[in-house]
T-cell receptor, first 111, second 112 residues
């Protein structure tokens, strides 16, 4: 079983739609959680950190459920520019910052 | 502000040839440095990390090696490339265990 699992998609949605991505992780010792965005053939970039209380950044909302070891990302009012691959990332500290990346969920927003 | 650069951006190498990818970070001191590989359609795999000059840890046994000759320089090498070494190589840095990784632009390697 992979340490971080995501639905690979692709999710094809029209502009303005709301889309939700899910992610599960297997290591209960995980301490930090993130969503990264990766455009085609580019490097990943941090979209947002995920906190236990949940957090929102504009149209993006991230939730964490430690009991179920589950992370989600909700995108409201999708834009064409949201088309990308979204990577769920889970980290454990211990002398260095070891982040485990999911394989990503691809989102395609169409007009 | 901090910047990270890696090169070359793209390279095509024959099987059995050597490899050297270089990464430098500017604007920060004593960063944690990382090399990741992303195979086509796959997630990022951590190859090496370094918490200081000359300190290298390997995550997976492989055909590659890494070195950190200076505080802000990280090099990925191979003496003889394999077909399976093809992929998108990403250098990254972080400050301690702060959480966020900052990635370089990536080096796309094709081994033929």
């Amino acid at each position: 079983r992979k340490e971080v699992e995501q639905d690979p998609g692709p999710f094809n949605v029209p502009e303005g739609a709301t889309v939700a991505f899910n992610c599960t992780y297997s290591n209960s010792a995980s301490q930090s959680f993130f969503w990264y965005r990766q455009d085609c053939r580019k490097e990943p970039k941090l979209l947002m950190s995920v906190y236990s209380s949940g957090n929102e950044d504009g149209r993006f909302t991230a939730q964490l459920n430690r009991a179920s070891q589950y992370i989600s990302l909700l995108i409201r009012d999708s834009k064409l520019s949201d088309s990308a691959t979204y990577l769920c990332v889970v980290g454990r500290s211990g002398g260095y910052n070891k982040l485990i990346f999911g394989a990503g969920t691809r989102l395609a927003v169409h007009p | 502000s901090q910047t990270i650069h890696q090169w070359p951006a793209t390279l095509v190498q024959p099987v059995g040839s050597p490899l050297s990818l270089e990464c430098t970070v500017e604007g920060t001191s004593n960063p944690n440095l990382y090399w990741y590989r992303q195979a086509a359609g796959r997630g990022l795999q951590l190859l090496f990390y370094s918490v200081g000059i000359g300190q290298i840890s390997s995550e997976v046994p492989q055909n590659l090696s890494a070195s950190r000759p200076q505080d802000r320089q990280f090099i990925l090498s191979s003496k003889k490339l394999l077909l399976s070494d093809s992929g998108f190589y990403l250098c990254a840095w972080s400050v301690g265990a702060a959480g966020e990784l900052f990635f370089g632009e990536g080096s796309r390697l094709t081994v033929l």
